[in-house]
């Protein structure tokens, strides 16, 4: 809470693109969108919360969100190539991988805040996980 | 003037904020509260022959290689289903490699084994019993052992007609017997339940930093104070945990939160029995971990608890334990007497 406190929260409009967590604010390409820039007091990002990147580059088919430790969908249905971004709206850390034959990716340790985009690129239908927290299962089909 | 209104707003603020404070108090215990039922497969539901053929298997030796060892002999519901070792010791008395974790509460648990590699009971039942390290047993010589006994052959027939003596059904009787392996009720419980002098001053002080300062409950949550989360926590210790069962280097020192019911009397703690005391596990949480690396858990970080509020947290953690009536053990089914020449 108090950590939060320091944290001071700037918004700015700018259409496309977007900046990834070590960019400063005044750095910012205005190119559309709307971006949130989450800072600590002396302008540096804080570690465990990272920028929403929304520019086109990240655009998401999907959003899944994880809260409450689950992720609130079930199931996503996308097309071959499509992308799924996972938000991770949780107090705690979470991951999210998936180990099937035909598809795998694993991102690792996913902190409180981080958004984190995935590209499907082989039709199927996959159950993803998250390594730390065993009742988070999403379906994706992908096709 | 001024004084006297901001004093009496002052007032009413920190009136507020007591008052605020009683029902979220009330909500926190409310989230430890003890369930009504025991959750079930329900591919296997909960039967009494299923429940009485899993405790007889549980508690024999037979279904070792070596006859020595069965179930009970590390999971001991002498030692709160423990062993009170650092790690378990297997077949021909040589160490494993990590501690027995309890069976009390485990039909709450949504994995199995420290590194979580089954999510069922029935998944896990069968895996000490064939583990070379451990009961060392081939599963097939299992059934024969069982079908020389016309006992089992009546308890299968009874509680899985449908089976009969399978590998399967093994696992299912076990897992079910397992399932009703629940801890008691504990002082923490009356406490939550209304009876303000079921725990000491101190419990409730250790309550409040356990939800808030210490936070333990970001993982020890629910009435079991598990959410059977995997994390690596920083404990000294080469051992891979999840990452060597999932293949992920990220996952790699990450073990399962285990149950906080009964904690007291199963020392000593952590996968490996590194922590001797209830003390130097809220010391190693106190310091951020014993060790750095980059699996740490984001979540573990110095507490800066003082002496007292580590004293408050292991009296907290002490309240946890319940008096269990004792258990009473199952006479084993006998091969049938050799005909006599």
Redesign the interface.
């Known amino acids: 809470m108090k950590r939060l406190a320091t944290l001071s929260i700037l918004a700015a409009i700018a259409c496309s693109g977007f900046l990834s967590a070590q960019s400063k604010p005044e750095e910012a390409q205005p190119t559309g969108g709307i971006q949130l820039f989450i800072t600590a007091e002396d302008g540096s990002p804080p570690?465990?919360l990272r920028l929403a990147k929304l520019g086109a580059d990240e655009f998401a088919n999907v959003e899944v969100i994880q809260a409450g430790?689950r992720f609130l969908k079930k199931e996503a249905y996308i097309p071959v190539g499509g992308k799924i971004a996972f938000i991770n709206k949780d107090?705690?850390?979470h991951?999210v991988?998936c180990?099937s034959t035909a598809f795998k990716f694993?991102i690792?340790?996913q902190?409180p805040g981080d958004r984190h985009v995935v590209v499907f690129t082989t039709p199927g239908k996959y159950v993803v996980r998250c390594?730390?927290?065993?009742?988070m299962r999403l379906v994706v089909v992908v096709k | 003037m001024k004084t006297a209104i901001l004093g009496t707003t002052l007032g009413s603020f920190f009136l507020a904020c007591l008052i605020a404070d009683e029902p979220r108090l009330d909500a926190l215990k409310h989230s430890y509260a003890r369930p009504d039922s025991v959750p079930q497969n329900e591919a296997n539901p909960l039967t009494p022959e299923s429940i009485a053929l899993g405790k007889k298997l549980f508690f024999d030796p037979r279904l070792s290689n070596s006859g020595m060892v069965s179930c009970a002999s590390c999971h001991n519901p002498s030692l709160d289903w423990e062993d009170g070792l650092a790690v378990g010791v297997g077949e021909g008395h040589k160490k494993l490699g990590r501690s027995t974790p309890t069976i009390l509460n485990v039909a709450w648990n949504r994995a199995h084994f420290w590194d979580g590699r089954a999510e069922t009971l029935e998944d896990q039942a069968l895996e000490p019993i064939k583990s070379k390290a451990e009961m060392n047993m081939d599963l097939d010589q299992m059934i024969e052992v069982l079908k020389s006994m016309p006992e089992y052959e009546k308890g299968f027939q009874q509680a899985y007609p449908e089976h009969g003596i399978t590998k399967n059904s093994v696992a299912m009787a076990l897992a079910n017997f397992e399932r009703t392996i629940v801890s008691g009720e504990a002082p923490f419980d009356r406490w939550i339940n209304g009876e303000e002098d079921a725990i000491s001053e101190s419990a409730k002080a250790g309550f409040e930093l356990f939800n808030g300062k210490g936070e333990c409950f970001k993982c020890h949550s629910g009435w079991n104070f598990s959410d059977s989360s995997f994390h690596d926590i920083g404990v000294l210790s080469d051992d891979k945990g999840r990452g060597a069962f999932l293949g992920f280097e990220s996952m790699n020192h990450l073990f399962k939160t285990p149950t906080l019911r009964n904690i007291a009397g199963r020392a000593p703690y952590m996968h490996n029995g590194s922590e001797a005391t209830l003390e130097d596990v809220i010391e190693l949480y106190n310091q951020g971990g014993r060790v750095e690396r980059e699996t740490l858990s984001a979540d573990i970080k110095p507490l800066n608890l003082d002496e007292k509020e580590i004293g408050d947290l292991v009296e907290f953690l002490k309240t946890l334990s319940s008096e269990d009536a004792p258990i009473t053990l199952p006479a084993l089914p006998r091969p049938e007497p050799l005909a006599s020449l």
């Open positions: 570690s465990g430790k107090r705690v850390s991951n991988y180990h694993n690792g340790s902190g390594a730390l927290h065993i009742d």
